[in-house]
């Protein structure tokens, strides 16, 4: 059984527009490989329930895109809202193919769990990002699992 405690790893916190900037990595059950995402926490939030937007970057583009352009935090700020900024594609599953195009593969942004045998395994980022990767934040980070939107 998956244990996201045990393989949730931060990568980075930074203070940023009365908040913070966490960077973690973790082992992922829907996508067999190590995911990465971000989140800003505005301070005095109160956990559990902490209203969250869901940032689904796209092509080409890592959890980092949002953090470093977007000037969103001080506006998550004023209305007490979190920010959750996964990675866009599994990265590193050494599939035939993978880094070949910068419109399919790694970085692609595609939603969607895979169909074709050869990306099934690890391209499960419907799954990761509509399941798995709430319930992490949910857990421990205190976001709210009703209070919830996606951009």
């Known amino acids: 059984a998956f244990n996201s405690a045990m393989s ?9 527009h009365g908040g913070q900037l966490r960077r973690f990595t973790h082992a992922s059950t829907a996508t067999k490989c190590d995911m990465t995402f971000s ?8 956990a559990p329930g902490i ?38 594609s599994p990265r590193g599953c050494k599939i035939e193919g993978e880094e070949d195009s910068w419109d399919f593969g790694t970085g692609a942004g595609f939603y969607v769990n895979a169909t074709e045998p050869k990306w099934a395994t690890n391209y ?9 990767l709430p319930a992490l934040v949910q857990e421990h980070f205190g976001i709210s699992a009703e209070r919830k939107s996606i951009s």
């Open 8 to 16: 949730l790893k931060e990568l980075s916190n930074v203070k940023v």
């Open 39 to 46: 989140i800003f926490i505005p301070a005095g939030v109160s």
């Open 51 to 88: 209203p969250v937007m869901y940032w689904l970057s796209g092509l080409t583009c890592t959890d980092e895109n949002f953090c470093q352009k977007a000037g969103a935090f001080d506006a998550a700020t004023k209305h007490q809202l979190a920010i959750v900024m996964p990675d866009t």
């Open 124 to 132: 499960r980022m419907f799954e990761y990002v509509s399941s798995e």
